[in-house]
């Protein structure tokens, strides 16, 4: 039944509400008293929304009467039970004041860490009275005196009962039970005084000392609880003589304010009461009545004068309200007394220091004053939560707190709590922590209230600045280098490695490794110390230089590695010859090469170091004709080089080291000499003199000559290629591009009977290629019986300009339409012209014959070079377009001279096939006229101009001078020693036709 009703008023108290009196970030709970261990007071997960998972709550002010789960935040009652009577907080309340119990909870969220730093929740519990108190008088026995004869109606007050409950479970009513012979003297009558209920006897019948002096009654008190609680007392009545008046006070009730801190002594008020009686019935004591521990300790009253004196040091915010009755009693024999009400307000003074108490917050714990915090928490990490209270009140109790001395910590509110008596505050810190700077602080807070003077207090704490592992292992330097000799014997020491580490304890122990898995095989390292030790024997050549890496790592959860790099460089020794790179070399220069000009490089190395490695070069034999470059290993050419005179040099080359003693080696070397391109091609037939004869019916593919040349060179330089550059206006010919062969391509008409000077070049291909011109000369006729006449011609050809065309009857076309014309004129005048022309020739040649040449004599005519030609290549028309006369056909007379002046001293050869001249194929550069120089190295002769005529001058100006043979050398670039000049001629597109004596001469041929 009992467990039922504790229930049933659990499940009506608890209730989770928000104060309207509290701040806004208070919580609120209800909870009646004297609840059993474990509880629930309330859930700060679920009631507020706060996470229920991934942090901790952690209690900070609450015990011993309360305990929270730290995954959920519920509020649970402990051993301890909580007894409103006796809380602290609870004990002087005013009636229907309520009782609260403070509580403060501290949140971390475990997924950020203590960095984050918590988060402060304050809250208060209103402790709910039960009935667990039963109303008490004062003593077991009252005692009452009434004076005999009293009045019917006369009250007498009892001695009140008192409960430490409160409200309704405090004291409600009291009842009198009396004895059969005085059930109709008295009565109980209850007034209510300031919400407290007060007992009075009523006096209901006539009272005689003399027949009964004494009677013993029964008053019960019982409360107003649910399972109401009661007491019973005696309440002994005592019939007096007749005292007529009681005292009566002057005022109903007494106030006053009493400054604490007030000296003993000091008074305090004085309360007056009256007696009407005379003599001793009107001689009044005062004294005090229901008054408290409290109030018997710090008061007094004056029996006489009813002047409450200080008896004790007062002290407001022990006692700040005190209430008490005073009794005025008189002295009559059967004395008769009042009370009445005082109540005294301590008034404050700033007596008291501020109150700094530092405490533990979250995960941060404090001991002895102390307090450990890692180093690597982060700015704004909470320390400490610090709470500063003040015991006075008002502007006395108004703390500003402050953290003194350069300390990287400050102070934060804590709770948005509006409570100016006691604030709280984080202490965090403003900088990263660092154990290797500083490992601890002390620091001091200051508070200082407003009061005046004011007071102020402080206190501190030491901060310990735990070590983290957050130095990695450093080596100094990070690179470590030595030298080591080759040769060494294994297990010989390389040298020592050491690393620091700013950390302490077991993040400062360190164990040495190498990291390479490669150099494992060749060196050892000591965990402990770092020195470092070579497994087996090293060999420079082999491995000249050894690096690799060493680590150290601390013993730190994590550990922190640092890392440092190890070069172990090998001394060399003289054990290796030098070597070539090559077994033989061989090299390839072109002719004509200057002197000391490189000739090919040859490298050799030494597999040792130092001198041991400095390599010298000598060329053996050493016939002056090489020489090699030390440092370099260019091999020099001291001569010029001539392949067609040597072609390949061969020689030895021998490579000697520095060391001690010295290592040589040996390698051959060749030299091949590449050809240059440097001889131009020489034509070897035919003659630039002689021609071919064809028949004007010859078919199309007849092979007309073959040009055949030479190239003394080599290779590409050596390989030919023919080409027409002129004289092949009409496309009859062609000529094979490797062969040199010409042909005819197309079939002969009218205009092409006569001569036909073919421009041949013959080009190698080398780079840049050079060329020689030869000239083919083609008669076209019905017969060949004029030799002297061909020979005229092709003499002509040579010293025409070889932009002209000669290719047969250049005025045919002209002929055929003045044949046309005037042809039956023409016959007329053939016949006279034929019998002139026989004699004067004859005349002419009776007088030669008799006189020969005679230096300075004019000639009447220039056979043997072609008129000037009009100006842009073109002939010059006649007026009204009327076509020119025909020219006068040849005497036979003349016809014979020609023979005899042409005459080239032909020794045994045929007239089709002019001899084979051969001249130098190297002319001496720069040579300003190739027209004399090879009349002056022809064994032909050269047909002169005569001074005296006329035209001397401009036909000189127009027609080079050939020689007979085909020596025209040139090459493809600007300083070619060949005869450019023709060249040049040969590319132009329409050269000027043959002059009217070509024309003529050719048609005398026909």
Request: with cysteine; charged share 25%; glycine share 8%.
């Amino acid at each position: 039944m009992a467990a039922a009703r504790r229930w049933f008023l659990l499940c009506l108290a608890v209730v989770l509400q928000v104060s309207c009196g509290a701040a806004p970030s208070d919580i609120l709970y209800r909870v009646p008293e004297e609840q059993p261990p474990n509880t629930l007071i309330g859930s700060l997960a679920a009631d507020r929304g706060l996470p229920d998972t991934g942090h901790l709550y952690k209690l900070e002010v609450g015990t011993p009467y309360l305990r929270v789960d730290g995954k959920t935040g519920d509020i649970y009652t402990t051993e301890i039970p909580i007894d409103r009577e006796t809380l602290r907080d609870c004990r002087n309340l005013f009636e229907g004041s309520k009782c609260f119990l403070e509580f403060e909870v501290s949140i971390t969220d475990m997924v950020k860490g203590i960095g984050s730093g918590p988060r402060l929740i304050e809250g208060r519990i209103e402790v709910l009275d039960i009935n667990d108190n039963t109303p008490q008088f004062s003593s077991p026995i009252l005692t009452l005196s009434i004076p005999e004869n009293t009045h019917v109606g006369a009250l007498f007050s009892i001695p009140m009962a008192t409960d430490r409950d409160s409200g309704a479970n405090a004291v409600a009513e009291y009842s009198l039970s009396t004895g059969p012979d005085a059930d109709r003297l008295f009565g109980l009558q209850v007034s209510v005084d300031s919400d407290e209920k007060l007992p009075q006897l009523v006096v209901m019948g006539n009272l005689d000392r003399e027949r009964k002096d004494s009677y013993d009654l029964n008053i019960r008190v019982v409360d107003g609880g649910k399972l109401p609680r009661a007491s019973s007392a005696l309440l002994r009545v005592t019939v007096t003589d007749q005292n007529d008046n009681a005292p009566t006070f002057e005022r109903s009730h007494y106030e006053a304010e009493l400054p604490e801190n007030s000296p003993q002594g000091h008074s305090v008020l004085q309360v007056r009461a009256n007696d009407a009686d005379i003599g001793t019935n009107g001689e009044i004591d005062y004294s005090l009545h229901q008054a408290s521990e409290a109030v018997q300790r710090l008061l007094r009253i004056d029996r006489s004068t009813g002047i409450i004196y200080v008896k004790g040091l007062v002290d407001r915010e022990e006692e700040s309200f005190l209430k008490f009755f005073v009794v005025a009693k008189d002295r009559g024999p059967i004395s008769k007394s009042s009370k009445v009400l005082v109540t005294i307000n301590v008034r404050d003074q700033n007596d008291n220091a501020p109150a700094i108490e530092i405490r533990g917050i979250g995960l941060v714990t404090h001991q002895d004053g102390v307090a450990n915090i890692s180093e690597d928490m982060p700015i704004g990490t909470p320390v400490a939560l610090v709470q500063v209270s003040d015991r006075d009140e008002g502007e006395n109790a108004v703390v500003t707190c402050v953290v003194a001395g350069d300390v990287p910590f400050q102070l934060r509110p804590a709770s948005e709590s509006a409570n100016d008596r006691k604030r709280k505050y984080f202490l965090q810190t403003t900088t990263p922590l660092d154990y290797e700077r500083v490992r601890d602080y002390r620091i001091e807070i200051v508070a200082v209230d407003s009061g005046n003077p004011a007071l102020s207090s402080s206190n501190s704490l030491k901060v310990q600045v735990m070590d983290m592992n957050d130095n990695t292992p450093i080596f100094s330097p990070a690179l470590l280098e030595v030298d080591f000799a080759e040769g060494n014997q294994p297990g010989d020491k390389v040298l020592d490695v050491a690393a620091t580490d700013a950390d302490s304890g077991t993040n400062a122990e360190l164990a040495y490794s190498i990291i390479d898995l490669a150099a494992t095989r060749l060196f050892d390292i000591e965990a402990d110390t770092g020195e470092i030790r070579v497994k087996n024997l090293l060999d420079r050549e082999e491995t000249e230089r050894y690096e690799f890496r060493v680590a150290a790592a601390d013993k730190g959860v994590p550990s922190k590695t640092g890392t440092s790099t190890v070069v172990v460089n090998v001394l060399d020794r003289n054990d290796n010859d030098p070597k070539f790179m090559l077994s033989i070399y061989s090299f390839s220069v072109i002719e004509n090469m200057t002197p000391l000009n490189p000739v090919g490089v040859v490298t050799v190395t030494d597999a040792d170091k130092g001198e041991n490695a400095r390599v010298r070069l000598f060329v053996e034999p050493d016939n002056g004709k090489f020489v090699i470059q030390n440092g370099t290993g260019t091999i020099l050419s001291s001569i010029s080089f001539d392949r067609e005179k040597e072609s390949t040099y061969t020689f030895r080359l021998k490579a000697v080291d520095a060391g001690d003693p010295p290592r040589s080696s040996y390698v051959g070397v060749t030299i091949n000499v590449l050809d240059e391109n440097d001889n131009a091609p020489y034509v070897t037939k035919p003659a630039n003199s002689s021609y071919t004869y064809m028949s004007p019916v010859t078919p199309p593919d007849t092979s007309v000559e073959v040009v055949e040349a030479e190239d003394i060179d080599s290779g590409p330089n050596a390989e030919l290629v023919y080409t027409i550059m002129g004289g092949n206006p009409y496309g009859l010919f062609h000529i094979s591009p490797n062969s040199g062969e010409i042909t005819l391509v197309q079939e002969f008409t009218g205009k092409h009977n006569g001569l036909h000077r073919l421009v041949v070049r013959v080009s190698d291909k080398g780079k840049p290629p050079r060329h020689t011109t030869a000239l083919v000369h083609v008669f076209v006729n019905d017969t060949k019986s004029n030799v002297s006449l061909i020979e005229a011609l092709v003499g002509h050809s040579l010293y025409t300009p070889l932009d002209r065309d000669i290719a047969g009857d250049p005025n045919y076309a002209l002929a055929q339409r003045s044949n046309i014309l005037y042809g039956s004129l023409a016959g007329i005048a053939g016949v006279i012209l034929v019998i002139v022309a026989v004699v004067v020739i004859r005349h002419r040649l009776q007088k030669d014959t008799k006189s020969g040449y005679q230096a300075g004599k004019k000639e009447s005519k220039d056979l043997y070079a072609p008129k000037q030609g009009p100006k842009n290549g073109k002939g010059k028309k006649s007026k009204k377009g009327k076509a020119p006369k025909p020219a006068k056909p040849l005497e036979e007379d003349v016809e014979a001279g020609l023979q005899k002046g042409l005459q080239f001293n032909h020794i045994n050869e045929d007239v089709t096939d002019s001899p084979r001249i051969h001249l130098p194929l190297n002319y001496p550069p720069g040579s300003p006229d190739l027209g004399r120089h090879y009349r002056s190295n022809s064994p032909l002769p050269s047909i002169q101009l005569q001074p005296q005529s006329p035209s001397a001058s401009k036909k000189h100006q127009a027609v080079q001078d050939l020689p007979a043979t085909n020596t025209f050398v040139g090459t493809g670039d600007n300083n070619s020693t060949g005869s450019d000049q023709y060249s040049d001629y040969s590319y132009k597109a329409n050269p000027p036709k043959y002059s009217s004596k070509q024309h003529d001469q050719s048609s005398g041929v026909s």
